[in-house]
T-cell receptor
Framework: EAGVAQSPRYKIIEKRQSVAFWCNPISGHATLYWYQQILGQGPKLLIQFQNNGVVDDSQLPKDRFSAERLKGVDSTLKIQPAKLEDSAVYLC?????????FGQGTRLTVV | KNEVEQSPQNLTAQEGEFITINCSYSVGISALHWLQQHPGGGIVSLFMLSSGKKKHGRLIATINIQEKHSSLHITASHPRDSAVYICAALLGSARQLTFGSGTQLTVLP
């Protein structure tokens, strides 16, 4: 069974630039999560999708962050414009009826 | 206050020691994950449990639903066990997956 795929693995951008991350969940998993993990902290939920609908985006900074899962499969997370404090690992996870599976994450550095 | 609390934040042990990492949560959950994260960010799920106890090799996870508490034990610890261990709980009807803050484990040879 293929795992959760994320790309890119690493990204370095200047502040005020835009960036997008991509996640391909495990086939058939209805629930998809995006997390932000700042160095030394646990992951913080940004947004949770159930199929193509948003279940929870209460912690998503909507002035600069957006996410979509148009066909209920792949998802993209965008930051526009990026700030220095957005430097973090962005993790994607998916879940069917049971266990959650996690991608390798995208490490973003904003300079 | 986080809904999922983990302790200790940092743990250093000598090779061979028995290790315990604790996780407590404040609301009802449907299941709890124990996860391992190595430098580089990738997360591996070690266990998912909703009751009782699970064992895999030198790793044991227990959960007490009434006390809202789970523990991860590592027997005969080894330097290769050095990693961040995180508990994550499936909360509420929306099955929100909420993480603890993680425990940085260092096992010294």
């Amino acid at each position: 069974e293929a795992g959760v795929a994320q790309s890119p693995r690493y990204k370095i951008i200047e502040k005020r630039q835009s960036v997008a991350f991509w996640c391909n969940p495990i086939s058939g998993h209805a629930t998809l999560y995006w997390y932000q993990q700042i160095l030394g902290q646990g992951p913080k939920l940004l947004i949770q999708f159930q199929n193509n609908g948003v279940v929870d985006d209460s912690q998503l900074p909507k002035d600069r962050f957006s996410a979509e899962r148009l066909k209920g499969v792949d998802s993209t997370l965008k930051i526009q414009p990026a700030k220095l404090e957005d430097s973090a690992v962005y993790l994607c996870a998916s879940r069917g009826d049971g266990e959650a599976f996690f991608g390798q994450g995208t490490r973003l550095t904003v300079v | 206050k986080n809904e999922v609390e983990q302790s200790p934040q940092n743990l250093t042990a000598q090779e061979g020691e028995f290790i315990t990492i604790n996780c407590s949560y404040s609301v009802g959950i449907s299941a709890l994950h124990w996860l391992q994260q190595h430098p580089g960010g990738g997360i591996v799920s070690l266990f998912m449990l909703s009751s009782g106890k699970k064992k895999h090799g030198r790793l044991i996870a227990t959960i007490n639903i009434q006390e809202k508490h789970s523990s991860l034990h590592i027997t005969a610890s080894h330097p290769r066990d050095s990693a961040v261990y995180i508990c994550a709980a499936l909360l509420g009807s929306a099955r929100q997956l909420t993480f603890g803050s993680g425990t940085q484990l260092t096992v010294l040879p």
